[in-house]
């Protein structure tokens, strides 16, 4: 399923890291959407379960890690992102958009992210909160 749902994301028409970025967030957005009532009862049990989450964390890290580190690596070659690890870029990559999903689907129980949400979420990812030297006064 990773594998398809990668392919499907890599497919988009745009070749950017934020355009990847946008098809990555919005398949996923798909999938917990369709598959709401067992996302959220995963995150409630792998919050309260440490066993649990120590079993399937570690687990979804690493092939999460396997299929997007060549991701990665392609666009920082590209000079499209920042010369830090890889490993320690997609731990910040996850914890945004995990908190991001967590935050939306079960914490506010959402039905759906609205597209200037979602531009947003990109947007702060690529640029960070602080104001670029154009919008400074």
Request: net charge negative.
């Amino acid at each position: 399923m990773a594998n398809e749902a990668l392919g499907q994301i890599t497919n988009h028409a745009d070749p950017t890291f934020g355009g990847f970025l946008r098809a990555l967030i919005i398949n996923r957005i798909e999938f917990a959407m369709e598959n709401r009532e067992i996302f959220q009862v995963l995150v409630k049990e792998v919050m309260y379960k440490e066993e649990l989450k120590k079993e399937l964390l570690p687990y979804i890290f690493e092939v999460a890690t396997s299929r997007l580190t060549p991701v990665i690596e392609l666009y920082k070659e590209r000079g499209e992102l920042m010369d830090i690890p890889t490993d320690r870029m997609l731990k910040l990559l996850f914890t945004f958009i995990g908190g991001f999903f967590v935050s939306r689907f079960v914490l506010l129980n959402k039905e759906s992210i609205p597209e200037g949400e979602l531009e947003d979420a990109i947007y702060f990812v690529l640029n960070g909160i602080r104001k670029s030297s154009s919008q400074q006064e």
